[in-house]
């Protein structure tokens, strides 16, 4: 199409514009223009490996917003701590006492070694954030700050439960010997010495308590998340809030429903089987529960690439989910041994203790360490001390089934190093071989 006569006049005063004047390139350097002609500007000589820079109006304006562009700004690196970052810490610590001190001794009438920490925490913190402010700026002073009080409330949490185990450690090492895990209180009366007879009667009872209400809720809970976070349906909102209410269930009350349903109407007496039933109440909740929100991390890509090869439904939850969430349904089966292997009271009317060794769990009444500790516990000063060492043993017991648990759920999936940790792009390497598809 062609251009109007504007357009192309328009077109014409550019091009004369930006075009050089006629014979300004013949003139010679350095002699005067032509009367009526405009001098050129001459350019300003550069530095050797300087950038040139535009003359006249355009360079004017580069230059003004060069002048006006903010400063660079470094990037800080959050996760570095060196030596002069060591001598900082230790140096707003030590200050930081140093003041509080003299403040809260000798200035003003004040005591108590509450307020004293926390006026040191927080006078800490204040001289920490302005010494980094001096040596690396402002918002590096704001991530240390924000850090050291993170840091500091991991620690508050941390140092109760230190303190708890190492009293009980303490208290529990007095009754300790190689008998106590070999031999029981048949024969040993209430003024034996604390390290005559032994806890085997219990030891074996919460295991096979333990372990059996872990094959009960386990599969009930991993299946319920199943359920709730795979198929749902018009069930899915009773089923959750039926779980969230167990949640808040007493543990007297799963030990009635049970002592009610299995020990009275059934006539079926005391055994370890039904404080298992009773414990295994306790732990679904926590189970369903932490599996499904495990389940919701799964990348909803891994199901769609498992479809789209071919699987089912099914099959994509069976190989592809479950072996991703595996570690964290191994931590949600964790959470519901944590639950309910120290509780004494449901097993008070489920299993009802016992002095001798029982090791069938579905005939006979038969003991356990909540159990023993509670009986020990309320006896003379030896049984006291004997107490002590059961609930040594309870927790020794727990972080050992942690560690293993924990070994476990480490361990690869289908010789492939980094699966079950997470959402591992190696589960869909093979997926078509291991998705066989229905005809």
């Not at 504007?6 to 550019?14: A, I, V, W």
């Not at 562009?69 to 810490?89: H, M």
């Not at 941390?158 to 190689?178: F, N």
Request: some cysteine; hydrophobic content about 50%.
């Amino acid at each position: 199409m062609a251009r109007s006569t504007g357009e192309r006049g328009r077109s014409s005063r550019l091009a004369g514009v930006l075009a050089p004047r006629r014979g300004a390139h013949a003139r010679p350097p350095g002699s005067p223009a032509p009367e009526g002609v405009e001098a050129p500007v001459e350019p300003l000589p550069l530095a050797p490996g300087a950038a040139p820079v535009a003359s006249g109006a355009m360079g004017a304006v580069m230059v003004a917003a060069v002048a006006q562009a903010p400063p660079r700004e470094v990037p800080v690196r959050t996760r570095s701590f060196t030596r002069q970052d060591g001598y900082i810490l230790a140096g707003s610590v030590a200050s930081s006492l140093c003041l509080v001190w003299l403040v809260f001794e000798r200035l003003l009438p004040l005591s108590g070694p509450f307020g004293f920490l926390l006026l040191w925490f927080w006078c800490f913190i204040a001289v920490y954030w302005l010494v980094v402010r001096e040596v690396e700026g402002r918002r590096a002073a704001t991530d240390r700050a924000i850090s050291a009080v993170i840091t500091s409330m991991a620690l508050f949490l941390l140092i109760p439960l230190l303190l708890i185990v190492v009293y009980i450690v303490a208290k529990g090492l007095k009754a300790l010997s190689a008998h106590f895990f070999t031999q029981t209180l048949a024969t040993v009366g209430p003024a034996a010495p604390a390290t005559a007879g032994g806890a085997a009667q219990a030891i074996v009872g919460t295991l096979e308590q333990v372990a059996l209400a872990v094959l009960i809720s386990v599969p009930l809970g991993v299946g319920t998340a199943v359920f709730l976070n795979e198929v749902g349906g018009r069930w899915k909102r009773p089923v959750r809030l039926f779980v969230d209410a167990m949640s808040g269930v007493p543990s007297i009350v799963a030990g009635l429903f049970i002592f009610a349903v299995w020990v009275v109407g059934f006539h079926q007496g005391f055994s370890g089987f039904a404080a298992a039933l009773a414990l295994s109440i306790l732990m679904l909740p926590s189970v369903a529960r932490t599996s499904e929100e495990v389940l919701r991390l799964i990348p909803g890509g891994l199901r769609e690439a498992s479809l789209a090869l071919g699987g089912t439904e099914w099959k994509t939850t069976w190989k592809v989910v479950l072996p991703t969430a595996r570690a964290g349904l191994v931590t949600a089966a964790i959470l519901g041994v944590a639950r309910g292997v120290g509780e004494t009271a449901p097993l008070i009317m489920t299993s009802f203790g016992a002095r001798v060794m029982n090791a069938n769990p579905f005939s006979g009444a038969q003991d356990s360490l909540p159990k023993f500790i509670y009986q020990q516990i309320s006896g003379l000063q030896t049984q006291i001390d004997r107490a002590w060492t059961g609930a040594m043993v309870l927790i020794l017991i727990v972080l050992s089934l942690f560690m293993l648990a924990r070994f476990v759920a480490s361990r690869p999936v289908g010789g492939r190093r980094g699966a079950g940790r997470g959402p591992a792009p190696e589960i869909l390497v093979d997926l078509s071989a291991q998705l066989e598809p229905e005809p």
